[in-house]
């Protein structure tokens, strides 16, 4: 059964497959197992070296030790060992999570294929055909700032660099970034509200900018040395041009396909099996 309105998110998606993964991690293995084949046990339940493999792979063990993960599978272990010895896994309501989650995943999957081959990819003159008609819904609830940055982490290579923008211009950051390794971070024509600016003291000193005026070099935290250039700011109720929000429109529209998508098919499916709602609760 597919719940009405499920509609479970990438990021639900890898929770639900993490969790569904730890059950059987958490279970270990019974059988009789070679002492060479096996790299950690809590008495009859053994932690394999492939086990220990696919887990070091898993987004829940990035960056971690293998001497980590073990700890962790133990302690795991033992907890899941001694509720089992006081009965808490034969509680009602632990078969009922197991199984609600076991249906989510099985319809996330589900509709995860699904999306793969029913999407298509979106061209430009859809997305500002989008634009166009939904403007209105793009007005700004705050004022907003269109801008260069770039940081550094060596003082000097900032004051150079802020030196030749006042006497040349902005230059191009990418080529600089390839050339010069102290630079740490840059972004041109970042559009951004004012709420979304951090830390606040970039802000600050835009609001006291001109459009094309460069801010001296702000020490912002140890060695981070930054330079930004206002290029616009657009006041709260005003509607930014299309390749300020081209990433906030294709996010949209690709939202309101896929529940369109979503509507279709299960309509579709719901053609395929007997459902029955008794009166009264609809």
Same mark, same amino acid.
């Given at each position: 059964m597919i719940c009405y309105g499920m509609r479970l998110t990438s990021p639900q998606i890898k929770i639900c497959l993490i969790a569904t993964a730890t059950l059987f991690m958490l $279970?270990?293995?019974? /059988?009789? &197992?070679? =002492? $060479? *084949?096996? &790299? *950690?046990?809590?008495? =009859?339940?053994?932690?394999? @070296?492939s086990m220990l493999a696919s887990m070091m792979q898993s987004p829940n %063990?990035?960056?971690? %030790? $293998?001497?980590? &993960?073990?700890?962790?599978?133990? @302690?795991k272990e033992i907890l899941f060992q001694e509720a089992v010895n006081l009965e808490i896994t034969e509680n009602s309501n632990i078969e009922f999570i197991l199984e609600t989650?076991? #249906?989510?995943? *099985? *319809?996330a999957i589900l509709l995860k294929e699904h999306y793969k081959f029913a999407e298509k990819d979106v061209d430009e003159e859809e997305l500002i055909e989008y634009y166009n008609e939904s403007k209105d819904e793009l007005k700004l609830i705050d004022d907003a700032y269109l801008y260069n940055i770039i940081c550094f982490n060596n003082e000097y290579s900032a004051i150079d660099y802020r030196r030749m923008v006042m006497t040349n211009g902005w230059a191009d950051v990418k080529n600089l970034q390839s050339k010069d390794s102290t630079v740490t971070e840059f972004r041109v024509e970042y559009f951004q509200h004012e709420y979304q600016i951090y830390p606040s003291k970039i802000l600050k000193i835009m609001e006291n900018l001109l459009p094309g005026e460069v801010s001296i070099v702000l020490k912002l935290e140890p060695e981070k040395y930054t330079i930004v250039q206002l290029l616009n700011k657009f006041k709260k109720g005003s509607?930014? #041009? %299309? @390749?300020? &929000? #081209?990433?906030?429109? @294709? /996010?949209?529209?690709?939202?309101?396909r896929r529940? #369109?998508?979503y509507s279709e098919y299960f309509q579709e499916l719901s053609s395929k099996y007997n459902v029955e709602i008794k009166k009264g609760f609809e």
């Open positions: $279970s270990g293995c019974k /059988n009789d &197992v070679d =002492d $060479s *084949a096996f &790299v *950690a046990r809590v008495n =009859d339940t053994v932690l394999t @070296e %063990y990035d960056n971690k %030790y $293998s001497s980590e &993960v073990i700890r962790q599978w133990v @302690e989650s076991r #249906k989510e995943l *099985a *319809a509607i930014p #041009k %299309y @390749e300020y &929000v #081209k990433k906030i429109i @294709e /996010n949209r529209y690709k939202m309101i529940k #369109k998508i």
